[in-house]
Structure formats: C-alpha cells, structure tokens
C-alpha cells in the first residue's frame, strides 16, 4: 500500500483522479477526504503534522497520568 496526496475539485459528486496516477483506474481504493476552503471549522492542532516522541516519558510523568 502507498499514499498520494493530490488536490482537485468536486463537481456532480465527481472527483478527477489526475492523470499521473491511471495506475489507479479499476482499482479498489480508500479516500480520505480534508476541505481545505472551509474556514468556519478547522482541524485539531498537529492533525496533519503529528510529533514524534522517542518515549513516553517525554509526554508526562505516570504520576501526571494516573491519579490516585
């Protein structure tokens, strides 16, 4: 499995795949769909730019976590 990211517009309920990707054509396919013109609601901050961390540790302490 692999990933592309294009952009395009909807048009009668149509989205044209761009031609650089016909490999795709009679294919089964997952879509993930973001409008980026709406500013009324955004997505969370980091949505698409998630950090990494090396461990939890970095995140919060157990004690932070769990309260007891």
Sequence with gaps: ???IEFEA???NYIIKI???YEELESKHIKIFVVE??????SLP???L???Q?????Q???RDDIYER
């Design 18 to 20: 761009p031609k650089e």
């Design 9 to 11: 517009d909807v048009k």
């Design 36 to 41: 980026i013109q709406n500013q009324t609601t």
């Design 49 to 51: 730019e998630p950090i």
């Design 53 to 57: 961390v090396q461990s939890y540790t």
């Design 59 to 61: 995140i919060a302490k």
């Design 45 to 47: 901050k980091g949505f």
């Design 1 to 3: 499995m692999y990933a």
